[in-house]
């Protein structure tokens, strides 16, 4: 316990304070028309500030600064859609979403398709950058009484709205601290995004309700960097969809309760559509106390490739399945996808047929260490039996888990320097279907039910 406190207490003064005064004030050089344009705040939550940055959106929406007050607290009680090309956004204050659950769902609810990013920003050239003070410039998503609402077996009540998306190109987000969102943090579309310097804390309270789907970086986006980051929540910290295309994500640090690391996917859910995710490389990595190190997940009956993904220098501590690999993934929740169900109902995937898989070529798993959580697996997010994550016949020893659905449809996998081993210093295991040695010439490791054995 006391050891998550410091990580909590440190880590966002060490990733914030790598950088500096300097840099932050050379971001703020405009190189447009020079104009500034200040959001106004009505001063409390009983005054939208949505339509007063709508307003400031559309006087600089071409060129142009917008500067959110120092220290000055913002109720963005709606959301707010803005088109910005060649601009600045400076969050010198805080934004609050609203703290009515019931109001909230209820916009989620009118919109069409039922899906809301809070804050939907579209642009060429459109920089964020938060403030480097510690007391200003955060985003409160006031999460915590969702996650509290959410009934017992429930995963997450219903109508929650993702918290923002970039829909950009050529564009840099610095300097971001989020709290408590509410689930779904940050969507990336778009092509050419550098995001440096992020804070999320989607930790819940002690006894709180378990902070389901609070994803920190969900990336459909291509050529992407996100580097120095801490991210604490009870989903993917980082995860890259379908259209995802040379993202490289570094120095981050991952913990929870209730983390489930870096990963790729899910891919596949919509048969017949053909999803692809490409040259990815996640490297020096921190994962603490979360399910997951890495995980690539695809549906059975899915279609598509994940090509060229390196997941190199990572630091594990207590994590359930650091490497995990499933071409049969599981959605707690999902009626079309009860497959876990499904196998001990004689092979009937609940609805999925098992006629195509997303092909996973060229992946590189380098130079890891740390521990297996040995004693104390999983985290609170399991609400079904057999619990979505659990692994028939895992026993807190397994180092890699890796699930491929035939002898083809995992190619090209390179396994380098692993040494991850469990709590209880027992040999580490590896758990290993259908990793041929035709399809994986380079393995680095003997793919058996058994002792990893490297070679
Ligand atoms: C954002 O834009 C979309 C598409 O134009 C529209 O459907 C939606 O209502 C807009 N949302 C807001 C809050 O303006
Ligand atoms: C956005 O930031 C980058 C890097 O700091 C800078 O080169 C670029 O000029 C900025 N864009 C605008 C519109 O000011
Ligand atoms: C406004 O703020 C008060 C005090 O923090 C809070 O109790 C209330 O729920 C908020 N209302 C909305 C709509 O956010
Ligand atoms: C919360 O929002 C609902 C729906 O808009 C409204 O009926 C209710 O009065 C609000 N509650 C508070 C405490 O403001
Ligand atoms: C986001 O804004 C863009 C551009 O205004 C719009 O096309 C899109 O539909 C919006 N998306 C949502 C979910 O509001
Ligand atoms: C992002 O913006 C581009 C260009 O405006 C558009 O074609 C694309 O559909 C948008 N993507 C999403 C996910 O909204
Ligand atoms: C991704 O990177 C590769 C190799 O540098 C390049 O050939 C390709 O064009 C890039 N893809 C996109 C969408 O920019
Ligand atoms: C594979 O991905 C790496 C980034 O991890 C990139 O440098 C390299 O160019 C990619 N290879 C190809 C053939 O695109
Ligand atoms: C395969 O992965 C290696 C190591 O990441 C990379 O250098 C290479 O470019 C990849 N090849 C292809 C075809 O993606
Ligand atoms: C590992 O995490 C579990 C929660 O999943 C916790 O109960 C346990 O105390 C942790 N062990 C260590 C050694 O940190
Ligand atoms: C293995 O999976 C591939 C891709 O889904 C499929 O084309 C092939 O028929 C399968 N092979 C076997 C032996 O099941
Ligand atoms: C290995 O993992 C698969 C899931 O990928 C599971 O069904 C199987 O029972 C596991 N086997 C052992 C021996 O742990």
């Not at 921190?286 to 059975?300: D, E, F, W």
């Not at 690999?325 to 999902?334: A, D, E, I, K, V």
Request: proline share 4%.
């Amino acid at each position: 316990m006391l050891s998550i406190k410091l990580i909590t207490l440190l880590a966002p003064l060490t990733v914030l304070g790598a950088y500096t005064p300097q840099s932050r004030s050379s971001d703020l050089v405009v190189r447009d028309n020079g104009q500034t344009c200040t959001v106004q705040s009505g001063g409390s939550n009983s005054t939208d500030d949505s339509p007063s940055f709508r307003d400031a959106a559309k006087q600089c929406a071409n060129g142009g600064t917008l500067v959110f007050k120092q220290g000055v607290d913002y109720y963005f009680n709606t959301p707010v859609n803005a088109t910005l090309n060649n601009v600045n956004i400076q969050l010198n204050g805080n934004i609050h979403l609203p703290q009515n659950i019931t109001y909230v769902q209820g916009i989620v609810n009118g919109s069409t398709g039922g899906n809301v990013w809070w804050i939907n920003l579209t642009g060429d050239h459109l920089n964020f950058t938060g403030s480097t003070n510690l007391s200003t410039g955060w985003i409160y998503g006031h999460g915590q009484q969702w996650w509290d609402a959410n009934p017992k077996n429930g995963s997450g009540i219903a109508s929650r709205p993702h918290l923002w998306r970039f829909n950009v190109t050529n564009s840099y987000l610095k300097n971001i601290k989020i709290r408590k969102p509410i689930a779904w943090v940050t969507t990336l579309n778009g092509n050419n995004i550098d995001v440096q310097n992020v804070f999320v804390d989607a930790a819940t309270t002690p006894n709180g309700g378990f902070p389901f789907n609070t994803d920190g970086f969900d990336v459909a986006a291509k050529n992407v960097k996100i580097s120095d980051f801490a991210i604490y929540n009870g989903d993917d910290a980082v995860t890259i969809n379908n259209g995802g295309e040379n993202v490289t994500v570094t120095n981050g640090l991952i913990a929870g309760p209730g983390c489930h690391g870096t990963s790729i996917g899910s891919l596949g859910q919509a048969q017949g559509v053909y999803q692809t995710v490409r040259n990815i490389w996640f490297d020096n990595i921190k994962v603490h106390g979360c399910v997951y190190g890495s995980r690539i997940k695809t549906y059975l009956g899915g279609q598509g490739i994940v090509q060229n993904v390196t997941f190199s220098n990572y630091d594990v501590s207590n994590t359930t399945f650091p490497i995990y690999l499933t071409q049969n993934y599981f959605n707690q929740g999902s009626s079309q996808t009860q497959n876990g169900a499904g196998v001990q109902d004689g092979g009937n995937y609940g609805g999925r047929v098992d006629n195509s898989s997303v092909i996973i070529e060229n992946i590189t798993y380098k130079n890891w260490k740390g521990d297996i959580n040995t004693y104390h697996p999983g985290d609170g997010s399991c609400v079904t039996s057999p619990c979505w994550y659990d692994v028939p016949g895992s026993d807190g020893t397994q180092a890699i888990v890796i699930g491929c659905s035939n002898s083809t449809t995992c190619k090209d996998f390179r396994f380098q320097n692993i040494q991850v081993i469990p709590q209880s210093y027992a040999q580490t295991q590896i758990n290993c279907t259908n990793l041929d040695s035709a399809s994986n010439p380079n393995l680095g490791l003997v793919c058996t039910n058994g002792t990893l054995i490297t070679k």
